[in-house]
């Protein structure tokens, strides 16, 4: 799952960002290094929830600075809806 989770954020960020793949390594942080806005980031996280089908608890959102980040995230959470973690 990481592999084709980590791809297709990748694609997202190229097409929303402009940035180079190879820009976009695991351990990139999303503010500093791609240099994400907090609106950038609640629209990533959409994009995992609704093309992706993943869920992300909202109080998750601040620990989540990079793509491996996210993706041990999903990888640890991948079946608990959004308002399940928030409870």
């Given amino acids: 799952m990481s592999n084709t989770l980590q791809q297709q954020m990748t ?3 190229v097409d929303r960002l402009g940035l180079l793949p190879e ?3 695991p351990q ?4 500093e290094d ?3 806005d907090s609106l950038d980031m609640v629209e990533l996280v959409s994009l995992l929830e609704s ?13 989540l600075t990079t793509l491996q ?6 990888e640890e959470h991948g079946s608990t ?5 928030a409870a």
């Fill in 81 to 85: 809806t959004t308002s399940e973690a």
């Fill in 69 to 74: 980040d996210v993706v041990t995230y999903l």
């Fill in 28 to 31: 990139a942080r999303f503010k």
């Fill in 11 to 13: 694609d997202y960020l």
């Fill in 51 to 63: 093309h992706l089908g993943a869920a992300v608890a909202d109080t998750a959102l601040e620990h």
């Fill in 34 to 36: 791609m240099g994400l």
């Fill in 23 to 25: 820009e976009i390594g």
